[in-house]
């Protein structure tokens, strides 16, 4: 029996290994030309009237997006008092309190809400809100967004409150200190950094959500009173704007679709980066 | 379950109540979804799925262009993203040194961070006359059907290809993680015998890995499957079924995205909704063998 | 066997000639000879200047206590070490008198095997993990490999409880099973020399007995340094022992001397038991 130590197996070990080399600075590239084409296409149609002005209807010139910055702003907003609380609190329940099959239960339901389609939690916030209140508004869009940050708190939570070892509970309690007041005084606050970096990674998320607001907020060319009107929103604007006949409308979807990505990213970044640098009890 | 005092019993009621909060709210969902698509369910049944005419003035509503768009683009994208992905996965677990490998991979986590619509933004813009230019004519060239027909820019291709670039860092990250957890004893006793780094890599850690990765798959599908604005941005939205990628196309996220605010009536109302039920169902089905696979993954300790 | 063994066929095509290869050839019981060998993880120094001869087709043992780098040290003739980070080697490490440390890496690990402290059987059939070694060399045709399998399984004395479900998963096999499997598929590329780093630590003293036996059968096709924590074990099997202690050779003798007549005082007190 002869073996062969063959050329060709060097030749294809180098291929293939230089290949997956390619694959992965093609990947990385693909961010690279977003971050730099939005840069340059966002920013130098970035002015100060885009912060400040309402848009202007169709046919004329200038203008910004002031009321869809702060329609985005109040339905994160909402989202968030919505979502948040009753993800925490359920992810304190499931770390803290919950017995097996109720454990189970509540994780499956809430894995299977994190994977319903973003379209279809639209559809769902129209039938609860859109319609008994016969018309679109901030609320709708909010309950839309909150619900999409359900799963992600539920399982945040639960995940950083596990990783505090026993011992910190045992000895709060050992000193008096009733079950809830342990969790709600020395566990939660031991996580607080895990906590705090995935309510950002969950805000981030939802932030850049378009497609649930397509009918529930729907749009509002103009500033939205209150709650109960419809809003215009930073990425609604972007998909209308994107996709209307007028240059000038395209180049304000650039700038907004920069605004977007920079608030996303950035907060992106600032999560992972307190996750890194927090104390080793939040570190995963 | 343990005596519990005071505080202890108002903190347990309010979180078992938002737990069970949370899971009426799912119940709610599946419900109103079942209830507002009946009449739509009522007229069509199961022909829904198999329809080919969408046309809301004649009250008319088959799904089939929808399903075939969201499918097609899908499985586009999952045959480009896998060696894609895969690939770059290989290269970050087995090839990079660590600090490499950690400051690339969170580069291409940031990807799955950017939003839909930015991917549209740039799809409509960039990838669109691209494709137009410089891809389109040499594909043109090859006279393969699926790639007959004039090219005018919003296609099954163009969405194929966005939906491709929105997969991938989920098919990276998760495969990264699955080859990084194949035990060094099985890379080291191929090595042992002489077989090289690539051999290694394709024969013995790839098939340790092979659930996890298929798991990686399933999740990529069911986002791509119900991916919204950056496909209705590049797909054309015309509800027509082709054999040809060069032809415009519709997906179901889409054709509700597009519709929904203005329809009236309310068996168009109903179809759009029964339209969202049949992609719930999709995903959930999908998440629920990638979920399978990924607990196999851990079962086996790879 | 009517065909020539590999390796011949191998050092006439792959191995650059060296002065030193001429001058060896009036030493053929050395089948690998070590000098000056110093050995880094980093900047800390796992090794020091390591000379030892091993004679082929015999038995050399390397014991000691806990991180004295015996494990380091087999892993350097191998050059699996390589694959951990930052690692680098000085001195020199000849096979049949050539540098090995100079040769094509995959080479050397088809001619110097490797039997690892635990088993670790491919997610594969008993066939192919066996099978895995000659595929991936370019041995397909399906006859030689099927001879090759049987002859690597008779040889790990595995043959006759595994020759009715080559094709079941390795992994059904019991642990003893296991690491035998890993043996004959150590053995199926014919190495000149065959490397066991503790290969029976995870196993019961009867499966242990069942791998020392076969020990001795195989050493007159290959050449075994095994690497051992049981002293009784080097005892049993081995011709010659190594002893060695934080990253040096102590001492390197026949077995017989090394623990009824040791020359230094350091192998004295481990081999009665004085420490470690």
Not at chain 1, 202 to 220: D, I, Q, S, W, Y
Request: charged share 15%; aromatic share 8%.
């Amino acid at each position: 029996m002869v073996m062969q130590i063959s050329r060709s197996r060097k030749i294809t070990n180098n291929v293939m290994l230089t290949l997956s080399g390619l694959c992965a600075l093609l990947v990385v590239m693909v961010l690279f030309f977003i971050l730099g084409y939005l840069l340059w296409n966002g920013a130098t149609s970035l002015n100060w009237d885009f912060f400040t002005k309402l848009p202007k209807p169709i046919g004329e010139t200038g203008g910004g997006m002031a009321n869809a910055i702060v329609g985005s702003g109040k339905i994160l907003l909402l989202a968030t008092l919505i979502g948040v609380p009753l993800g925490f609190l359920a992810g304190v329940f499931l770390a803290e309190y919950s017995g097996r099959t109720f454990a189970f239960l509540l994780r499956y339901t809430v894995d299977l809400l994190n994977g319903v389609p973003s379209i279809v939690i639209g559809i769902v916030a129209y039938a609860l809100v859109v319609k008994p209140m016969n018309g679109y508004s901030t609320l709708a869009g909010g309950v839309a967004l909150g619900i999409m940050m359900i799963p992600i708190a539920v399982r945040t939570t639960e995940e950083f409150l596990r990783a505090i070892p026993n011992s910190l509970r045992e000895g709060a309690m050992a000193l008096g200190a009733t079950k809830s007041k342990a969790i709600f005084t020395v566990v939660v606050p031991a996580a607080i950094s895990g906590l705090t970096s995935g309510m950002m990674l969950n805000l981030a998320r939802v932030a850049g959500e378009t497609a649930p607001l397509l009918f529930t907020a729907l749009g509002n060319m103009f500033w939205s009173p209150g709650w109960l009107h419809p809003s215009a929103s930073l990425p609604v604007m972007i998909y209308n704007y994107a996709t209307a006949p007028e240059d000038s409308l395209h180049a304000q979807a650039w700038a907004a679709g920069f605004v977007l990505l920079a608030l996303v990213l950035g907060i992106n970044v600032t999560a992972r980066m307190i996750i890194a640098r927090g104390p080793a009890s939040a570190r995963r | 379950m343990e005596q519990l005092k005071g505080g202890d019993e108002i903190s347990y009621l309010i979180t078992l109540a938002c737990s069970i909060v949370i899971i009426l709210i799912v119940v709610l969902l599946v419900g109103e979804l079942w209830y507002n698509s009946q009449p739509a369910i009522k007229k069509f049944g199961f022909s829904f799925l198999t329809g080919t005419t969408w046309d809301p003035n004649g009250d008319v509503f088959g799904a089939l262009p929808f399903l075939y768009g969201t499918v097609v683009t899908s499985i586009f994208a999952l045959v480009l993203s896998v060696p894609l992905g895969v690939g770059a996965a290989i290269f970050l677990a087995e090839m990079a040194a660590p600090k490499l490998s950690n400051a690339l991979t969170f580069l291409i986590e940031l990807l799955a961070a950017v939003p839909s619509v930015i991917y549209g933004l740039l799809g409509i813009f960039v990838l669109v006359p691209i494709l137009r230019k410089y891809v389109a004519p040499p594909l043109a060239m090859t006279h393969l059907p699926i790639f007959s027909g004039t090219f005018y820019g919003f296609s099954l291709l163009a969405a194929g290809l966005v939906l491709t670039i929105m997969v991938v860092p989920f098919i990276v990250s998760v495969s990264r993680e699955v080859l990084l957890a194949v035990p060094v004893e099985q890379r080291e006793a191929s090595l042992a015998v002489g077989a090289t780094k690539w051999e290694t890599t394709w024969q013995v850690v790839l098939p340790n890995a092979s659930t996890g990765i298929l798991g990686s798959i399933f999740l990529a599908l069911a986002r791509a499957l119900g991916e919204t604005m950056a496909v209705t941005m590049v797909v054309g939205n015309t509800p027509t079924i082709s054999t040809s990628l060069f032809s415009p196309g519709y997906s179901i996220a889409a054709a509700i995205a597009n519709q929904f605010a203005e329809a009236s009536g309310q068996l168009f109302i109903a179809s759009l909704i029964f339209l969202g039920l049949v992609l719930f169902g999709l995903t959930i089905v999908i998440n629920a063998v990638a979920r399978i696979l990924i607990i196999m993954t851990a079962q086996r300790g790879m | 066997m009517a065909s020539p063994h590999p390796s011949r066929v191998l050092k006439e095509t792959a191995l650059p000639k060296t002065g030193e290869q001429e001058s060896m050839q009036t030493a053929p019981s050395y089948k690998l000879v070590t000098r000056n060998l110093n050995f880094f993880y980093g900047s800390f120094q796992a090794l020091y200047d390591i000379g030892m001869n091993i004679s082929t087709h015999k038995v050399t043992a390397f014991i000691g206590p806990s991180g004295c780098g015996k494990s380091t040290y087999l892993r350097t003739m191998n050059r699996m070490n390589e694959t951990i980070r930052n690692t680098h080697v000085e001195g020199d490490l000849l096979l049949d008198g050539a540098n090995l440390l100079e040769m094509d890496v995959t080479g050397v690990r088809r001619r110097v095997g490797m039997v690892f402290q635990k088993s670790n059987p491919f997610p594969k059939s008993i066939y192919d993990n066996i099978a895995y070694g000659l595929r991936v060399n370019g041995v397909n045709k399906k006859s030689v490999v099927d001879e090759a399998v049987e002859r690597s399984l008779q040889r790990a004395a595995l043959w006759t409880e595994v020759k009715d479900k080559l094709a079941k998963p390795a992994s059904a096999l019991s642990g003893g099973q296991q690491q035998r499997l890993c043996i004959a598929r150590a053995l199926a590329v014919e190495p000149e020399v065959l490397l066991l780093d503790e290969p029976c630590s995870a196993l019961d003293p009867i499966a242990t007995l069942k791998i020392e036996e076969l020990l001795f059968q195989i050493k007159d096709i290959t050449t075994i340094v095994i690497v051992t924590h049981n002293m009784q074990q080097a005892a049993r099997v081995a011709d010659y022992t190594g002893f060695f202690f934080m990253g040096k050779l102590i001492e390197f003798d026949e077995t017989r001397k090394i623990f009824q007549n040791p020359s230094k005082k350091e192998t004295e007190d481990y081999v009665t038991g004085r420490f470690g």
